[in-house]
């Protein structure tokens, strides 16, 4: 019964604290690029080098809102250059939801070209981002640098449809509610998609930074210890915040901004990268 509630509560409290800092973000232009949408800031630095880009991809539901912390914040205004997306099938809530992983990480691939660092790409993703960023970092490995997972899911065995969601795909949307109804059809064929994505794990070679609260009860905390175990050629730092739920990507935001800084800014570039 409490995971029927949260089902319930989280999407709409996920899009109430989005559309309450909107406003915040209103100066920015909202851009378009295929099925995606976006925002962007590059302030200019005194700094002769180009900042390193670093992308954000929300949760499911969700916008590019959900990243206000980190695109309203002076440091890493300075360090980074910033997109934050609103992943396809977000941009309304009349849109067809996209519930491909493969064409969620298609559609985020033309942003990782406007890395002009030479460095490559950072990906960070919330919750459902989780799996969205990890796919495009197995779908295009030499284009991005880091890739960084707050309370997201990975297991195919944690991430399995709950009964709720599974009751949730007969009821109507009026009854449902769009946000929940759309939730919902990313989160259903999400499984299979994860078991197929087990022997790629190994394949990616980037740093990690993992973030997960021990009380999440929508992202079980086992998804963290499990990407921790499948990441055998990455470096990852793992960050376990105790009493943490599944908020922890805004209750812990300077403690995410500085961890991220200090393991991915000062990296000398890959090999494998130059600036376009």
């Known amino acids: 019964m409490l995971g029927w509630i949260l089902a319930l ?21 909202v851009k378009a690029l295929g099925s995606i949408d976006y925002v962007e800031i590059n302030t200019p ?47 309304s809530d009349d849109d067809t939801k ?46 991005i640098a880091g890739l960084i997972f ?11 449809p709950r009964w709720y969601n599974r009751f949730a795909v007969f009821l109507p949307r009026f009854v449902l509610g769009a946000s929940l109804k759309g939730a919902n059809a990313e ?10 994505m087990l022997p790629r794990w190994q394949d990616l070679t980037m740093p990690v930074l993992i973030v997960q609260g021990d009380k999440d009860r929508l992202v ?4 963290a210890l499990f990407m921790q175990r499948m990441l055998i050629n990455s470096e990852v730092r793992y960050l376990h915040r105790e009493g943490m739920g599944h ?7 300077p403690l995410i901004r500085d961890n991220l800084i200090e393991f991915f800014a000062s990296r000398v570039p890959s090999s494998n990268f130059s600036a376009n």
């Open 247 to 253: 908020f922890v990507l805004w209750e812990e935001a």
């Open 45 to 91: 630095s005194a700094a002769i080098r180009q900042k390193q880009l670093i992308v954000f991809v929300h949760g499911t539901p969700g916008s590019y809102s959900a990243f206000r912390s980190y695109l309203n914040d002076p440091i890493m205004q300075e360090k980074f250059h910033m997109i934050s997306v609103t992943r396809p099938g977000w941009r």
């Open 9 to 29: 509560c989280v999407p709409q409290l996920l899009l109430a604290q989005q559309d309450n800092v909107a406003r915040m973000l209103a100066s920015l232009e």
């Open 220 to 223: 079980h905390p086992g998804n």
């Open 187 to 196: 989160i259903i064929p999400l499984r299979p998609q994860l078991e197929a």
């Open 98 to 143: 996209v519930p491909s992983l493969d064409e969620q990480a298609a559609a985020l691939r033309p942003l990782l070209d406007m890395d002009r660092s030479g460095k490559g790409a950072l990906l960070m993703g919330h919750s459902y981002g989780g799996p969205v960023i990890a796919r495009t970092a197995m779908n295009y490995p030499e284009l």
């Open 150 to 160: 707050v309370a997201t899911t990975g297991d195919p065995e944690l991430s399995a």
